[in-house]
């Protein structure tokens, strides 16, 4: 054989490990010049109203920061799949983004049933990501690409508990709790009970209202029949505005509850007077905050011509895709699926404004904070106004 030819086989297979190698390095989805993410968020449907912001702060984000030059010089391209909040479209969504569009990550891959759906797609393409969602089994034990994003339903309503028995100023709080039968609201049900009995406050009454209800006359019937001076609603935010317009039908006139996914603006411009005695928490800051976050999240609204109608929730999307960002600058010029992991679990007290609490990730741990800010109705300006500076629930 004639030597030439072998040594220009060899030649030519140095240069092809090479290249292979310079891909490598370069990582999935990534190029000299631009950064490939997918992100998997309902965008059509019942529950568009939830991904549509959430998705919209996100993108918006990215958009900021190529402004800015991009990441390490690189620019940020999102590819936007809708699943309609159906699990196996998340899973076939996740599919194409991860084989047929190859890019580096997927941000988030959906609520809980979506991201469950999905694990075996996590951990196959290492998709390092944060879930729309809070369920503690996505860290515990720990899943060593998924990052938790906010305090969980148990924390949440551990905190409000605690400001009922610290804060309110009641002086015999008799609890109703009102509770979809979704997971949320029967851990969040479960959570006000355990955290009520340690106080000795009574829980009176324990009434059902389903996510899709459009009134709830026997419920605020039920409730004060049971004398309840507070309740706690464990739903999301079209059921409990549909709460509080019935407790003025009745001249009702409790004060009232909610978690993360009901504590929005929205609530104050649907039911106006009705939104006086109402008190949210959430994980997030909120849209009227005076705080450099903040004021950057409305900025960066402005400038990219949102309108989000659930403000909270593009508060939120910002904030990943903030998370995101970091992470991926700290990677550095070798960014892929491995770098931006390890480059997640650096953060420490990471701070964005007051958009988060603190953030801190490690190896040992994706957890997220347990801090919330409390919130309450603001009735002439049309929004709710932190009253609160970030809070845990207390060791008992």
């Given amino acids: 054989m004639d030597n030439r030819w072998i040594k220009g086989a060899v030649v030519f297979a140095a240069l092809m490990l090479l290249s292979a190698s310079m891909a490598t ?18 965008k059509t449907g019942p529950v568009a109203a939830l991904g549509l912001p959430n998705g919209q702060g996100m993108v918006d984000y990215m958009k900021y920061i190529n402004d800015q030059g991009g990441i390490n010089g690189r620019k940020v391209e999102i590819l936007w799949e809708d699943d309609q909040f159906q699990a196996p479209k998340s899973v076939a969504a996740v599919k194409k983004l ?39 089994e996505f860290y515990e034990p720990l899943n060593p690409y998924i990052f938790a994003m906010g305090a969980t339903y148990e924390a949440q309503y551990h905190c409000i508990v605690d400001y009922i028995h610290d804060d309110l100023g009641i002086k015999d709080p008799r609890i ?25 406050i009574p829980v009176v009454a324990e009434l059902v209202l389903p996510t899709g ?47 993360n996914w009901a504590t929005d603006d929205m609530i104050v411009k649907a039911c106006g007077e009705g939104a006086t005695n109402y008190i949210g928490v959430n994980f997030v800051g909120g849209w009227s905050d005076d705080s450099h976050g903040l004021n950057l999240v409305r900025e960066i609204a402005a400038k990219y011509g949102s309108d989000p109608g659930l403000t909270s929730l593009y508060v939120n999307g910002v904030g990943v895709a903030w998370l995101f960002a970091e992470a991926m600058k700290r990677a ?5 699926p491995d770098t931006l992991k390890e480059a997640m679990e650096t953060l420490r007290d990471y701070d964005t404004g007051g958009v988060f609490p603190p953030v801190t990730y490690t190896q040992q741990s994706h957890a997220p904070s347990e801090k919330v800010k409390f919130f309450k109705a603001d009735v002439p300006n049309k929004r709710l106004i932190t009253i609160t500076d970030w809070r845990s629930p207390k060791k008992m």
């Avoid at 000299?32 to 998997?40: A, M, N, S």
């Fill in 98 to 136: 991860m084989t047929r569009d190859q890019v580096l990550t997927v941000i988030t891959t959906g609520g809980t049933t979506q991201t469950i759906a999905n694990l075996g797609n996590i951990k196959n393409y290492k998709i390092t990501n944060i879930p729309n969602a809070l369920a503690v």
């Fill in 332 to 336: 550095g010029e070798d960014l892929n």
């Fill in 176 to 200: 109703g709790v009102v509770y979809t039968k979704k997971e949320y609201g029967k851990v969040g049900l479960e959570a006000i009970k355990d955290r009520a009995k340690k106080y000795d």
């Fill in 213 to 259: 209800a459009v009134d709830a006359s026997s419920q605020v019937l039920a409730l004060q029949q049971a004398e309840a001076n507070i309740v706690i609603t464990c739903d999301v935010l079209p059921p409990v505005i549909s709460f509080i317009k019935t407790t003025q039908k009745y001249d009702y006139a409790p004060v009232i509850f909610g978690f």
């Fill in 25 to 42: 390095a370069a990582g999935r989805g990534v190029t000299d010049d631009t950064i490939k993410l997918g992100l998997v968020l309902v």
